[in-house]
């Protein structure tokens, strides 16, 4: 079984990652470069893995940059999680 700070460092070498972070040893959180503060379904997405319920992939209110989303399939096909 994969250690949520492995996990961290997979996702981090991506090249589309910004940042994945362990959070209270409980969560591995994920942002993306491609993040546009000024779309607010950018800002509000929350893509994290969860060593309970695997990745999780929230999407927030608001409308999503094409860059973003583009990222962000990317990023789930790197991984191999289901789209």
């Known amino acids: 079984m994969t250690t949520l700070t492995e996990m961290a460092a997979t996702a981090a070498a991506l090249p589309m990652v910004e940042s994945a972070r362990v ?5 591995v959180y994920v942002t993306l470069y491609d993040c546009q503060r000024s779309y607010r379904g950018d800002q ?12 999780i992939n929230e999407t927030g209110k608001g409308t999503r940059s094409n860059r973003f989303c583009a ?6 096909a790197a991984m191999g999680i289901p789209a």
Request: proline share 0%; aromatic share 22%.
């Open 44 to 55: 509000s997405h929350q893509l994290y893995y969860c060593a309970d319920r695997g990745w």
């Open 23 to 27: 959070w209270k040893d409980k969560r």
């Open 71 to 76: 990222a962000l399939t990317a990023f789930e």
